[in-house]
T-cell receptor
Framework: DGGITQSPKYLFRKEGQNVTLSCEQN?????MYWYRQDPGQGLRLIYY???????QKGDIAEGYSVSREKKESFPLTVTSAQKNPTAFYLC??????????????FGDGTRLSIL | DQQVKQNSPSLSVQEGRISILNCDYT??????FLWYKKYPAEGPTFLIS?????DKNEDGRFTVFLNKSAKHLSLHIVPSQPGDSAVYFC?????????????FGKGTRLSVIA
């Protein structure tokens, strides 16, 4: 059963700690994305990757880092430099990130909270 | 500057009636538009899309209309059902060049009242 798996569902972070959110897909999609959703807000793009070993900053990349060593995996690290990390984080993937009318498919999200 | 706008934060509709959700965009380079449905604590689910070469796309109870000259699209749900109650996001992208992540609106919360 193909899909996008985000883990954990809930994550708590202490002040000054880095945390890594996992995103795995078995859809054989080339492109993967990370979004952040805050209450009453739309989805804002943090980072995206169109192919393995390549990624680009989105609109709100400050305080975040990513890697794309495997096609299936696109982990997001929330660093201590991110001053307001409490949010709902969504990972998505699509067949291609370079055009074509293909929708993105989303995981079920990770809710990050600061202790 | 918000490139995709959903000006109605919420909408209430009686069960069985039509729901119309609206979306405006400012970037004339957008040529692919999507609607997503989202329940609390879940990821968005893709509903329906439309390319700028069309002005209408239909899928069961869901129809999306695109008015390029007005830079406006709408999602019609008919008949509306209680299970349709969710937040609906409009999104847009450019497909004819690289680096085309989706740009999302802030969403409209639809409540279908039985």
């Amino acid at each position: 059963d193909g899909g996008i798996t985000q883990s954990p569902k809930y994550l708590f972070r202490k002040e000054g700690q880095n945390v890594t959110l996992s995103c795995e897909q078995n859809l054989n999609h080339d492109a993967m994305y990370w979004y952040r959703q805050d209450p009453g807000q739309g989805l804002r793009l943090i980072y995206y990757s169109q192919i393995v070993n390549d990624f680009q900053k989105g609109d709100i990349a400050e305080g975040y880092s990513v890697s794309r060593e495997k096609k299936e995996s696109f982990p997001l690290t929330v660093t201590s430099a991110q001053k307001n990390p409490t949010a709902f984080y969504l990972c998505a993937s699509s067949i291609s990130g370079t055009g074509g009318d293909q929708p993105q498919h989303f995981g079920d999200g990770t809710r990050l909270s600061i202790l | 500057d918000q490139q995709v706008k959903q000006n109605s934060p919420s909408l209430s509709v009686q069960e069985g009636r039509i729901s119309i959700l609206n979306c405006d965009y400012t970037n004339s380079m957008f040529d692919y538009f999507l609607w997503y449905k989202k329940y609390p604590a879940e990821g968005p689910t893709f509903l329906i899309s439309i390319s700028s070469i069309k002005d209408k796309n239909e899928d069961g109870r869901f129809t999306v209309f695109l008015n390029k000259s007005a830079k406006h699209l709408s999602l019609h749900i008919v008949p509306s059902q209680p299970g349709d109650s969710a937040v609906y996001f409009c999104a847009a992208s450019r497909t004819y060049s690289g680096n085309t992540p989706l740009v999302f609106g802030k969403g409209t919360r639809l409540s279908v009242i039985a």
